[in-house]
């Protein structure tokens, strides 16, 4: 039996994919606004984990990105678990009830296997949320989940967390457990620092939004704990992350997402090269599209029936996708700007990223 979901590329049918899934018509038509200063950067990031959806198709980012963490060059996937396993120790002291873990983005089964259920051991939460956007994702998370703890509830939440609210308990404990840096892949606007990126502040913001949980209850706690990438001073390293042909092919399938889930038939995804760039400003590594040729293509919203004319300029960059890495510092005051109490953090010895235990304040 096929693995597809569709036999062949003409069955093909975004709407199939859902909204969540299919990549979104407003934020590729703010990628490529042709005034530079108003361009959204990185609004397709978290396009790079898309998985084939009929024999032949050229999205392949998720089998990349697999390829990818496995390379030695990958520090967060080799040297996170041992930190939120340690970490979890830590997390666990302020946990006195029964609660609920919210898995965001948990990736492939061996992720989870080595960065959540070690953390699961330790918490032994009642329930188990994987939140993820690539929906093969969330169903291999819950089948290993199920098969290690046969007694935990789990549940499969296919979304984009960006835009929809977690479905948290009216009361009881909630953990959101972050790890893997997922948060850099948010946008940012040409021209501010992390601490103005409204982009992130407002996720951080929607992920505490508790649909009447209440704080005077102190059983009622709400808890973020996010691992980061840290910004370091010598931004080769940072840059050489995203150089091996794993990377690039995990970056380059966005441009074959948008012609298939955007129905751009006249796209000419292969008209341009890729390039990881350092923003001091931002704090991020930017994944730069270079236009190889001028071209203009139409984008149908197979929801709406909308369309728009996308023109591209020869030699003209686009920031497609982000990697933030903000410094330790950077991370607690953004927590404290977005409505979370930083209750404690960790860096690992080499300086290579942070972990932050933070407890919903408002
Ligand atoms: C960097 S990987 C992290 C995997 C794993 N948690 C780890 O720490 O290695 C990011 C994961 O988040 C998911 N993801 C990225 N953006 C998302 C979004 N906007 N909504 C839901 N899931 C998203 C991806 O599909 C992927 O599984």
Redesign the pocket.
């Known amino acids: 039996m096929s693995s597809f979901r569709f036999e062949r590329a003409e069955n093909f049918n975004p709407t199939l994919l859902g909204r969540s899934l299919c990549m979104d018509f407003d934020a590729v038509v703010s990628a490529f606004e042709a005034d530079a200063e108003k361009r959204t950067k990185g609004a397709l990031s978290?396009y790079i984990?898309d998985m084939p959806q009929y024999p032949g198709d050229p999205v392949e980012g998720g089998i990349n990105y697999a390829r990818y963490v496995k390379l030695p060059t990958s520090f967060?996937?080799q040297k996170?678990p041992p930190l939120l396993k340690q970490f979890a120790s830590v997390v666990k002291k302020y946990i006195r009830a029964e609660s609920s873990f919210f898995d965001l983005?948990?990736?492939p089964n061996w992720?989870v296997t080595r960065?959540t259920i070690p953390a699961l051991r330790v918490l032994n939460p009642l329930a188990y949320f994987a939140?993820?956007?690539?929906l093969t994702?969330t169903e291999e998370a819950c089948r290993v989940i199920e098969r290690e703890f046969p007694d935990m509830k789990v549940q499969a939440i296919a979304?984009?967390?960006?835009s929809k609210v977690l479905p948290y308990p009216q009361s009881g404990v909630s953990v959101v457990w972050y790890?893997?840096?997922?948060l850099g892949?948010l946008p940012s606007l040409p021209g501010q620092t992390f601490i103005e990126n409204k982009f992130v502040a407002d996720h951080l913001k929607l992920l505490h939004r508790t649909n009447g949980f209440s704080q005077e209850n102190k059983e009622s706690q709400h808890y973020l704990v996010i691992l980061m990438d840290s910004r370091k001073d010598d931004v080769n390293s940072m840059i050489n992350l995203y150089v091996s042909p794993e990377a690039r092919e995990c970056f380059l399938s966005i441009l074959f997402k948008l012609k298939r889930d955007l129905r751009a038939n006249t796209f000419k995804p292969e008209s341009f090269v890729y390039n990881p760039q350092w923003n001091e400003q931002s704090s991020a590594v930017e994944h730069v599209f270079t236009a190889l040729e001028t071209q203009e293509f139409t984008i149908t919203d197979c929801f709406t029936n909308r369309e728009a004319v996308i023109k591209i300029y020869e030699g003209e960059n686009y920031v497609l996708a982000n990697s933030i890495k903000p410094s330790c510092e950077e991370m607690r005051a953004m927590l404290i700007n977005s409505g979370w109490e930083p209750l404690e953090s960790l860096r690992d010895t080499e300086g290579q990223f942070h972990i932050h235990l933070a407890l919903a304040s408002t």
């Not at 939140?131 to 690539?134: A, F, G, Y």
């Open positions: 978290s984990y967060i996937p996170q983005g948990p990736g992720s960065n939140v993820d956007i690539e994702f979304i984009d967390f960006h790890p893997g840096s997922t892949n």
